[in-house]
C-alpha cells in the first residue's frame, strides 16, 4: 500500500486532477480547430487543372472560319461552365439563363463580380442583341475580359495566339 498523502501533497495531486484533463481539452480544440481551417482552406484553393488545349483549338477553328458567334458561346459554354465544374462542381441547370449562372458565380462561388458580368454581358450581347454583326474586335475584347476570370478560376494566364 501507499503510504497516505501528506498536507503538501493533496493541493498538487488536486492541481494535477484538474489541469491536465483542461489541457488535453484546449490541445483537441486547437486540432480540430486547425484540421478545419486546413480542410476549408484546401477546398478554397483547389486549382482548376483541366486538359483545354482540345478546347481551345476548338475555339480558334471557329474563329478562323468566320463563326465569332459560335465562337464566343462555345467560350461561354465549354470553357468556363468546364472550368466552374471542376473547381466548384456546379453546373448549369437547364432553366438558368446566363445571366443567372453570372449571378450565382458572383453570389455562391465568390468569384469577382468586376470580371464576371462584363463578360457575361459582353457574351449576351453577342448572342441576342446583335447575332451575326460582330467582328474581330468584339471577339478579342470579349476574349479580353474573359482572361481575368480564368486567372482568378486556374492560377493561369489565359492566352491565345491566334
Not at 107 to 130: D, G, M, R, S
Amino acid at each position: 500500500l501507499p503510504p497516505p498523502p501528506t498536507p503538501g501533497e493533496i493541493p498538487f495531486l488536486a492541481f494535477f486532477m484538474v489541469f491536465i484533463p483542461i489541457m488535453v481539452g484546449v490541445v483537441v480544440a486547437l486540432a480540430g480547430y486547425g484540421y478545419y481551417r486546413y480542410k476549408k482552406s484546401d477546398k478554397e484553393s483547389k486549382v482548376v487543372n483541366l486538359p483545354l488545349e482540345d478546347k481551345i483549338l476548338n475555339l480558334k477553328i471557329l474563329k478562323e472560319s468566320g463563326r465569332l458567334e459560335e465562337s464566343l458561346s462555345y467560350l461561354f459554354n465549354a470553357i468556363y461552365m468546364d472550368l466552374i465544374n471542376a473547381k466548384y462542381g456546379r453546373t448549369r441547370k437547364n432553366t438558368e439563363t446566363i445571366r443567372d449562372f453570372a449571378i450565382v458565380s458572383v453570389t455562391q462561388l465568390n468569384l469577382t463580380p468586376t470580371t464576371i458580368y462584363p463578360f457575361i454581358q459582353k457574351v449576351e450581347e453577342i448572342i441576342y442583341a446583335k447575332p451575326f454583326q460582330i467582328n474581330e474586335r468584339d471577339f478579342y475584347s470579349t476574349i479580353e475580359l474573359f482572361s481575368p476570370i480564368y486567372h482568378q478560376l486556374t492560377g493561369y494566364n489565359f492566352v491565345i495566339n491566334f
